[in-house]
């Protein structure tokens, strides 16, 4: 006796027929809603071999906002890109578009100020995207090291600075933010449900340089993490089954109050409804099908409604 199980995005399919058992699940894409309360990134690093340092409290830090898109197949995950993990405007800062002087809204807001250097930054409209190979999730937890950020290009992410060396040269400019960093935290990314949302936790290392006077001369690195939020969906996996003589037992996941029901075939092209609609009370349900004697094969697959 065969029991072939696919666990599918619009449900769960078994065939009972003679043979061996397979399974296999195919992707979802899930649109993660970034937690901006708890998505946060501080960005770090020197000029001209200098650290650079706050123009003000709290402005090389800022909380992210936006979307991140991810393929999410049972026990793996991809990001596919077009996601959209935005810094939000955390004060005014030096200089302003272009490195005029002034002060404008701006992302972040560092400088360097001593006896040798007097320069400023702020960078704006800093936008990522983020993409990854397939990667496996186990007990909730997959590799951040495989994340590739990269700045948006359409978002014109940059960077306005000011500076004046002393016994030397001065001036100001602007740079578009581009390229692609990967992550360098020694941390593993989490996906876990928690009650009725799917929480997705990034931990987040990268790094940058641009050049101002000499090549590489700014160094840059974000750090911090980032948190997605999204409505849980529980696939309707077969989870267990049994033959009893005459009848099929099997269990899926379910949602507690989800309406569903069964569907049989015989050919994958006609799916005429079992006499068996039910509503989920637990996040397993349990049913029994009677097994027609005359037929060879017989398909059953499992419908939210």
């Avoid at 340092?53 to 991810?70: D, K």
């Avoid at 359409?154 to 990967?182: C, E, M, W």
């Avoid at 029901?261 to 006499?275: A, G, K, M, R, Y």
Wanted: net charge negative; charged share 10%.
């Amino acid at each position: 006796m065969r029991i072939r199980c696919e666990n599918l995005s619009f449900g769960a399919l078994l065939s009972v027929g003679l043979g061996l058992l397979v399974a296999s699940v195919r992707a979802e894409l899930v649109q993660f809603t970034m937690d901006q309360t708890k998505s946060s990134l501080t960005i770090s690093g020197t000029f001209a071999g200098f650290a650079i340092e706050p123009q003000g409290t709290g402005s090389l830090m800022t909380r992210y906002t936006g979307t991140i898109e991810a393929d999410v197949a049972g026990s793996d995950i991809q990001f596919v890109g077009g996601s959209i993990i935005a810094a939000i405007t955390n004060g005014n800062w030096e200089p302003v578009a272009g490195g005029a002087q002034g002060s404008a809204p701006a992302n972040y807001g560092g400088e360097v100020v001593n006896l040798f250097v007097n320069g400023k930054a702020a960078l704006r409209e800093v936008r990522f995207d983020l993409t990854s190979d397939v990667l496996p999730v186990s007990n909730g937890t997959f590799n951040a090291q495989a994340l590739l950020f990269n700045f948006i290009p359409a978002a014109g992410s940059v960077i306005d600075y000011s500076y004046s060396i002393t016994f030397g040269s001065s001036g100001s400019g602007s740079q578009v933010l581009v390229g692609v960093a990967t992550n360098a935290t020694s941390t593993n990314a989490m996906l876990v449900v928690q009650g009725n949302e799917s929480l997705l936790t990034i931990p987040v290392d990268i790094s940058g340089s641009l050049t101002v006077l000499n090549p590489n001369d700014v160094q840059y690195r974000f750090r911090g993490q980032l948190v997605g939020r999204a409505a849980a969906s529980v696939p309707l996996q077969i989870t267990s089954f049994r033959l009893i003589p005459g009848q099929l037992n099997f269990t899926i996941a379910s949602i507690p109050g989800q309406a569903y029901t069964i569907l049989s075939s015989t050919n994958l092209v006609d799916w005429p409804e079992v006499v068996d609609q039910f509503t989920a009370t637990n996040s397993l349900s349990e049913r029994t099908i009677a097994l027609p004697a005359h037929l060879p094969q017989q398909y059953f697959r499992t419908r939210e409604d």
